[in-house]
Protein backbone atom coordinates (compact mmCIF):
# COMPACT_ATOMS: atom_id res chain seq x y z
CA UNK A 1 0.00 0.00 0.00
CA UNK A 2 1.31 3.59 -0.86
CA UNK A 3 0.13 6.73 0.47
CA UNK A 4 -1.13 9.55 -2.15
CA UNK A 5 -1.20 8.25 -5.71
CA UNK A 6 1.39 5.70 -6.36
CA UNK A 7 0.09 2.33 -6.78
CA UNK A 8 1.34 -0.61 -5.30
CA UNK A 9 2.52 -4.03 -6.96
CA UNK A 10 -0.14 -6.62 -6.64
CA UNK A 11 0.59 -9.24 -3.66
CA UNK A 12 0.51 -12.91 -5.01
CA UNK A 13 -3.29 -14.49 -5.45
CA UNK A 14 -3.54 -17.90 -3.80
CA UNK A 15 -6.82 -18.75 -4.80
CA UNK A 16 -28.53 -15.02 -3.70
CA UNK A 17 -28.50 -18.33 -5.00
CA UNK A 18 -31.23 -17.11 -7.81
CA UNK A 19 -31.96 -18.76 -11.15
CA UNK A 20 -31.88 -21.91 -12.64
CA UNK A 21 -31.15 -23.05 -16.51
CA UNK A 22 -32.01 -25.65 -18.83
CA UNK A 23 -29.31 -25.74 -21.14
CA UNK A 24 -29.48 -27.67 -24.67
CA UNK A 25 -25.89 -28.46 -25.90
CA UNK A 26 -24.73 -29.16 -29.02
CA UNK A 27 -25.13 -32.67 -30.44
CA UNK A 28 -22.70 -33.72 -33.54
CA UNK A 29 -24.31 -36.93 -34.58
CA UNK A 30 -22.32 -39.40 -36.44
CA UNK A 31 -24.72 -42.23 -37.22
CA UNK A 32 -28.00 -40.12 -36.72
CA UNK A 33 -27.49 -38.15 -39.65
CA UNK A 34 -27.30 -35.01 -38.09
CA UNK A 35 -24.93 -32.39 -37.36
CA UNK A 36 -23.81 -29.90 -34.87
CA UNK A 37 -20.95 -28.23 -33.17
CA UNK A 38 -20.10 -29.24 -29.73
CA UNK A 39 -20.44 -26.47 -26.75
CA UNK A 40 -23.07 -25.05 -28.59
CA UNK A 41 -26.58 -24.72 -25.98
CA UNK A 42 -28.81 -25.94 -28.65
CA UNK A 43 -29.09 -29.26 -30.22
CA UNK A 44 -29.14 -29.93 -33.53
CA UNK A 45 -30.45 -33.84 -33.79
CA UNK A 46 -32.37 -34.30 -37.05
CA UNK A 47 -35.33 -36.52 -35.59
CA UNK A 48 -34.67 -39.37 -37.78
CA UNK A 49 -32.76 -41.54 -35.34
CA UNK A 50 -33.37 -43.01 -32.11
CA UNK A 51 -31.62 -39.43 -30.10
CA UNK A 52 -33.77 -36.80 -30.38
CA UNK A 53 -32.21 -34.88 -27.57
CA UNK A 54 -29.71 -33.81 -25.16
CA UNK A 55 -29.38 -31.62 -22.78
CA UNK A 56 -27.90 -30.32 -19.60
CA UNK A 57 -30.63 -29.85 -17.02
CA UNK A 58 -29.12 -27.90 -13.72
CA UNK A 59 -26.55 -30.92 -13.12
CA UNK A 60 -28.27 -33.72 -15.08
CA UNK A 61 -27.73 -34.54 -18.64
CA UNK A 62 -31.01 -35.75 -20.23
CA UNK A 63 -31.15 -37.69 -23.27
CA UNK A 64 -34.56 -38.15 -24.71
CA UNK A 65 -35.21 -40.93 -27.29
CA UNK A 66 -38.14 -40.83 -30.03
CA UNK A 67 -41.41 -43.16 -29.83
CA UNK A 68 -40.27 -45.49 -32.69
CA UNK A 69 -36.71 -45.84 -30.66
CA UNK A 70 -36.10 -49.49 -30.33
CA UNK A 71 -32.83 -49.09 -27.87
CA UNK A 72 -32.33 -51.31 -25.24
CA UNK A 73 -29.48 -48.93 -23.46
CA UNK A 74 -27.65 -45.65 -23.40
CA UNK A 75 -23.78 -45.01 -22.60
CA UNK A 76 -22.57 -41.92 -21.89
CA UNK A 77 -18.75 -42.13 -22.53
CA UNK A 78 -16.36 -39.58 -20.95
CA UNK A 79 -13.69 -37.34 -22.55
CA UNK A 80 -11.10 -39.99 -21.85
CA UNK A 81 -12.96 -42.80 -23.39
CA UNK A 82 -14.07 -44.39 -20.47
CA UNK A 83 -17.41 -45.23 -19.55
CA UNK A 84 -18.85 -42.61 -17.55
CA UNK A 85 -22.46 -44.69 -16.85
CA UNK A 86 -25.14 -46.61 -18.75
CA UNK A 87 -28.86 -46.71 -18.23
CA UNK A 88 -30.99 -49.51 -19.68
CA UNK A 89 -33.85 -48.41 -21.15
CA UNK A 90 -37.67 -49.63 -20.09
CA UNK A 91 -40.32 -50.66 -22.60
CA UNK A 92 -42.23 -47.60 -23.19
CA UNK A 93 -39.77 -44.96 -22.07
CA UNK A 94 -38.50 -42.13 -24.12
CA UNK A 95 -35.76 -40.68 -21.66
CA UNK A 96 -32.77 -41.60 -19.62
CA UNK A 97 -30.79 -39.30 -17.53
CA UNK A 98 -26.91 -39.23 -16.34
CA UNK A 99 -26.40 -37.55 -12.62
CA UNK A 100 -23.31 -35.66 -13.47
CA UNK A 101 -22.74 -33.48 -10.93
CA UNK A 102 -19.83 -31.18 -9.97
CA UNK A 103 -17.01 -33.82 -10.14
CA UNK A 104 -17.15 -34.77 -13.46
CA UNK A 105 -14.12 -33.90 -15.83
CA UNK A 106 -15.23 -31.28 -18.38
CA UNK A 107 -14.78 -32.01 -22.31
CA UNK A 108 -16.59 -33.69 -25.07
CA UNK A 109 -18.97 -36.81 -24.30
CA UNK A 110 -20.29 -39.30 -26.52
CA UNK A 111 -23.92 -40.30 -26.13
CA UNK A 112 -24.59 -44.05 -27.75
CA UNK A 113 -27.97 -45.74 -28.55
CA UNK A 114 -27.79 -49.15 -28.45
CA UNK A 115 -29.90 -52.50 -29.63
CA UNK A 116 -28.75 -55.31 -28.06
CA UNK A 117 -24.73 -54.91 -28.60
CA UNK A 118 -25.33 -52.65 -31.88
CA UNK A 119 -24.86 -49.12 -31.72
CA UNK A 120 -27.89 -47.76 -33.61
CA UNK A 121 -27.39 -43.80 -32.54
CA UNK A 122 -24.51 -41.78 -31.58
CA UNK A 123 -24.30 -37.88 -30.38
CA UNK A 124 -21.05 -35.57 -28.98
CA UNK A 125 -21.40 -33.01 -26.99
CA UNK A 126 -19.05 -30.69 -24.99
CA UNK A 127 -19.90 -30.15 -21.44
CA UNK A 128 -17.96 -27.44 -19.85
CA UNK A 129 -18.89 -24.99 -17.51
CA UNK A 130 -17.86 -20.66 -18.16
CA UNK A 131 -17.98 -18.78 -15.24
CA UNK A 132 -17.45 -14.81 -14.97
CA UNK A 133 -17.34 -12.42 -12.95
CA UNK A 134 -19.72 -9.94 -13.65
CA UNK A 135 -19.93 -7.38 -10.81
CA UNK A 136 -18.43 -6.89 -7.14
CA UNK A 137 -19.11 -4.36 -4.47
CA UNK A 138 -18.54 -3.36 -0.97
CA UNK A 139 -21.86 -3.51 1.10
CA UNK A 140 -21.49 -0.35 2.74
CA UNK A 141 -20.95 1.45 -0.82
CA UNK A 142 -23.86 -0.73 -2.24
CA UNK A 143 -26.40 -1.92 0.81
CA UNK A 144 -29.10 -2.48 -2.24
CA UNK A 145 -27.14 -5.23 -3.54
CA UNK A 146 -26.80 -7.12 0.26
CA UNK A 147 -29.20 -9.13 1.96
CA UNK A 148 -31.56 -7.84 4.57
CA UNK A 149 -29.83 -7.42 7.15
CA UNK A 150 -28.56 -4.83 10.27
CA UNK A 151 -26.13 -2.44 8.44
CA UNK A 152 -23.38 -2.98 10.45
CA UNK A 153 -22.94 -5.93 9.65
CA UNK A 154 -23.67 -5.85 5.77
CA UNK A 155 -21.07 -2.98 5.35
CA UNK A 156 -18.08 -4.92 6.13
CA UNK A 157 -19.17 -7.92 4.12
CA UNK A 158 -18.81 -8.23 0.16
CA UNK A 159 -20.80 -9.22 -3.36
CA UNK A 160 -20.27 -10.65 -6.53
CA UNK A 161 -22.46 -11.42 -8.85
CA UNK A 162 -21.24 -14.46 -11.54
CA UNK A 163 -22.85 -16.02 -14.71
CA UNK A 164 -21.50 -19.59 -16.07
CA UNK A 165 -21.69 -19.10 -19.99
CA UNK A 166 -20.79 -22.54 -20.35
CA UNK A 167 -22.58 -25.70 -21.29
CA UNK A 168 -21.46 -27.62 -17.62
CA UNK A 169 -22.30 -27.06 -14.15
CA UNK A 170 -19.49 -25.80 -11.87
CA UNK A 171 -19.58 -25.40 -7.68
CA UNK A 172 -17.51 -22.43 -6.07
CA UNK A 173 -16.02 -23.42 -2.67
CA UNK A 174 -13.77 -20.62 -2.07
CA UNK A 175 -14.82 -16.77 -2.51
CA UNK A 176 -11.55 -14.89 -1.61
CA UNK A 177 -10.15 -11.25 -1.41
CA UNK A 178 -6.16 -10.86 -1.65
CA UNK A 179 -4.69 -7.72 -2.04
CA UNK A 180 -4.92 -4.16 -0.57
CA UNK A 181 -8.41 -4.87 1.03
CA UNK A 182 -8.99 -3.90 5.05
CA UNK A 183 -9.17 -7.91 6.38
CA UNK A 184 -8.02 -10.14 3.18
CA UNK A 185 -8.02 -13.67 3.13
CA UNK A 186 -4.28 -14.64 2.87
CA UNK A 187 -2.07 -14.64 5.83
CA UNK A 188 -2.41 -11.02 6.41
CA UNK A 189 -5.97 -10.98 7.36
CA UNK A 190 -8.51 -14.14 7.60
CA UNK A 191 -5.72 -16.46 6.87
CA UNK A 192 -8.33 -18.91 5.03
CA UNK A 193 -7.09 -19.32 1.70
CA UNK A 194 -4.99 -22.13 1.67
CA UNK A 195 -7.93 -24.08 4.15
CA UNK A 196 -10.23 -25.73 2.11
CA UNK A 197 -12.23 -26.47 4.69
CA UNK A 198 -13.12 -22.73 4.58
CA UNK A 199 -14.83 -21.14 1.98
CA UNK A 200 -15.98 -17.20 2.44
CA UNK A 201 -19.22 -17.85 1.26
CA UNK A 202 -22.17 -16.68 3.24
CA UNK A 203 -25.60 -17.95 2.60
CA UNK A 204 -28.62 -15.54 3.90
CA UNK A 205 -31.26 -18.11 3.95
CA UNK A 206 -29.57 -20.22 5.88
CA UNK A 207 -27.41 -17.40 7.97
CA UNK A 208 -24.34 -19.36 7.58
CA UNK A 209 -21.05 -20.42 6.00
CA UNK A 210 -21.41 -22.83 3.33
CA UNK A 211 -19.19 -25.08 1.60
CA UNK A 212 -20.29 -24.54 -1.50
CA UNK A 213 -22.66 -22.90 -4.49
CA UNK A 214 -24.01 -25.08 -6.94
CA UNK A 215 -23.90 -22.69 -10.52
CA UNK A 216 -25.73 -24.72 -13.12
CA UNK A 217 -25.36 -23.78 -17.20
CA UNK A 218 -26.39 -20.12 -17.97
CA UNK A 219 -27.33 -19.61 -14.33
CA UNK A 220 -26.65 -16.27 -12.89
CA UNK A 221 -26.59 -15.74 -8.82
CA UNK A 222 -24.78 -13.34 -6.76
CA UNK A 223 -22.22 -14.65 -3.99
CA UNK A 224 -22.02 -13.05 0.02
CA UNK A 225 -18.65 -13.06 1.63
CA UNK A 226 -19.00 -14.40 5.13
CA UNK A 227 -15.37 -13.09 6.57
CA UNK A 228 -15.62 -9.74 6.56
CA UNK A 229 -12.86 -8.25 4.22
CA UNK A 230 -13.98 -4.84 4.53
CA UNK A 231 -13.46 -4.25 8.16
CA UNK A 232 -10.33 -2.89 9.76
CA UNK A 233 -9.08 -4.68 11.91
CA UNK A 234 -5.21 -3.47 13.90
CA UNK A 235 -2.89 -5.34 12.66
CA UNK A 236 -3.80 -6.89 9.67
CA UNK A 237 -4.45 -5.98 5.78
CA UNK A 238 -5.00 -2.26 5.15
CA UNK A 239 -5.86 0.55 7.80
CA UNK A 240 -6.93 3.74 7.40
CA UNK A 241 -3.80 7.00 7.27
CA UNK A 242 -3.99 10.29 7.24
CA UNK A 243 -2.88 10.82 3.47
CA UNK A 244 -5.15 8.69 0.90
CA UNK A 245 -4.05 5.41 -0.19
CA UNK A 246 -4.49 4.04 -3.60
CA UNK A 247 -3.32 0.15 -4.14
CA UNK A 248 -5.91 -3.13 -5.93
CA UNK A 249 -6.54 -7.10 -4.83
CA UNK A 250 -8.22 -9.66 -6.75
CA UNK A 251 -11.60 -11.48 -5.77
CA UNK A 252 -10.84 -15.00 -6.71
CA UNK A 253 -13.22 -17.63 -7.18
CA UNK A 254 -12.40 -21.49 -6.60
CA UNK A 255 -14.45 -24.09 -8.18
CA UNK A 256 -14.57 -27.55 -8.76
CA UNK A 257 -14.74 -28.85 -12.31
CA UNK A 258 -11.45 -29.36 -13.50
CA UNK A 259 -9.94 -27.42 -10.18
CA UNK A 260 -10.36 -24.11 -12.32
CA UNK A 261 -10.43 -20.89 -10.70
CA UNK A 262 -11.54 -17.03 -11.62
CA UNK A 263 -10.39 -14.48 -10.52
CA UNK A 264 -10.70 -10.26 -11.29
CA UNK A 265 -8.40 -7.37 -10.63
CA UNK A 266 -10.00 -4.39 -8.86
CA UNK A 267 -7.77 -0.83 -7.82
CA UNK A 268 -8.55 0.61 -4.26
CA UNK A 269 -8.84 3.82 -3.19
CA UNK A 270 -8.64 5.00 0.61
CA UNK A 271 -9.57 8.66 1.56
CA UNK A 272 -7.71 10.27 4.23
CA UNK A 273 -8.58 9.58 8.09
CA UNK A 274 -6.89 10.59 11.33
CA UNK A 275 -8.74 7.37 12.94
CA UNK A 276 -7.62 3.80 11.45
CA UNK A 277 -11.14 2.15 10.57
CA UNK A 278 -12.95 5.68 9.15
CA UNK A 279 -11.70 6.43 5.38
CA UNK A 280 -14.19 6.35 2.39
CA UNK A 281 -13.50 2.99 -0.06
CA UNK A 282 -14.05 3.67 -3.81
CA UNK A 283 -13.48 0.45 -5.93
CA UNK A 284 -13.11 0.30 -9.86
CA UNK A 285 -12.19 -2.36 -11.96
CA UNK A 286 -8.77 -2.51 -13.30
Same mark, same amino acid.
Given at each position: ??????????????????????? =????????????????????????????????? #??????????????????????? #???????????????????????????????????????????????????????????????????? =?????????????????????? #?????????????????? %?????????????????????????????????????????????????????????? =?????????????????????????????????? %???????
Amino acid at each position: MTQKNPRVSRRTALRTLTGAAFV =NVAGCLNNDGGSGTPGNRTTSLDGQGPLQRIAV #DGTTLVVELSEEADVDQVNLIQP #DGGLFGQRDVVTGSQQVSFEIGTTYVPGEYRVLALEGEETVGESSLSIQPNLRIMEMGMGKNQPEKMW =NSSSDKITKEAFVSVENRGSGP #DAITQFLFVGDVPYPSDE %EGTNYADNDEISGIYDPDRDTEVDEVVIEPGEKLTLYSYRSPFAFMRGEGTSCESEEQ =NGSFEVILETQVGADRVSKSYSIHYSASEEFDNC %EITISED
